[in-house]
């Protein structure tokens, strides 16, 4: 069955400190791998997006790694900012229909205190 | 900021009701999305395009309806709403392989 599980669940850090979530999954065929953020109330805005052959991927203080032996990726954020509080969802899409079917993990929710 | 807008933002409304959530995305793409989202849980997939006068229903069953007469415009509609059908309504589009971007969503509560 693919499946994307996320962890932890929640996470509170103080402003200033890095985190790293992570995100397994068991989608088959693969073909990419996305971490969104959501914000309360509004819709998932794309942080980067990774394909099979890509390890590593920025986007300013994100950063995003992927193990596609192991079906695992993280996201770490450095020197973290009260604006980071949000929801980070990972998507696993797979290759084996036209649609590319996107598999979605429950999110962790991150909140910053200052 | 994302081309993709979605009316209204907030919806509360009574039991038996029809409502239309609007979703227009202003950049061409042909596949377009409807999710459902309930609080801390993961998008599920309840509707979909390829294109105009293609509509296909997604994973998750709803007694919700779409249709795509303009490749810009996916509206969802719901003939008559319930308590069960209270969530978050997230329309997304795509080119053939890029990202999906998400509209704000509207939170639908029915009373």
């Known amino acids: 069955k693919n499946q994307v599980e996320q962890s932890p669940q929640s996470l509170i850090i103080l402003e200033g400190k890095n985190c790293t979530l992570q995100?397994?999954?068991?989608?088959?065929?693969?073909?990419?791998l996305r971490w969104y953020k959501q914000d309360t109330g509004r819709g998932p805005v794309s942080l980067t997006i990774?394909?099979?052959?890509?390890n590593t991927k920025s986007n300013g203080r994100y950063t995003a790694t992927l193990d596609a032996d192991t079906k695992q990726s993280s996201l770490h954020i450095t020197a973290s900012q009260l604006s980071d509080s949000a929801s980070y969802i990972c998507?696993?899409?797979?290759?084996?229909?036209?649609?590319?079917?996107?598999?979605f993990g429950r999110g962790t929710q991150l909140t910053v205190w200052p | 900021e994302a081309d993709i807008y979605q009316t209204p933002r907030y919806l509360v409304i009574g039991t038996g009701k029809k409502i239309t959530l609007e979703c227009s995305q202003t950049?061409?793409?042909?596949?377009m999305y409807w999710y459902q989202q309930d609080p801390g849980m993961e998008l599920h997939l309840i509707h979909y395009?390829?294109?105009?006068?293609?509509?296909e229903k997604g994973d998750l069953s709803s007694e919700s309806t779409v249709s795509r007469i303009r490749t810009e415009h996916f509206p969802l509609t719901l003939e008559s709403a319930r308590p069960s059908h209270t969530s978050q309504y997230l329309c997304?589009?795509?080119?053939?392989?890029?990202?999906?971007?998400f509209g704000s969503g509207t939170r639908l509560t029915v009373v």
């Open positions: 998507v696993v899409s797979d290759r084996g229909s036209t649609l590319g079917r996107l598999y």
């Open positions: 950049m061409g793409h042909d596949k």
């Open positions: 997304a589009s795509s080119e053939s392989a890029g990202v999906n971007t």
């Open positions: 990774m394909t099979f052959s890509e």
């Open positions: 395009s390829y294109g105009v006068n293609s509509t």
């Open positions: 995100c397994n999954y068991t989608v088959s065929p693969f073909s990419n």
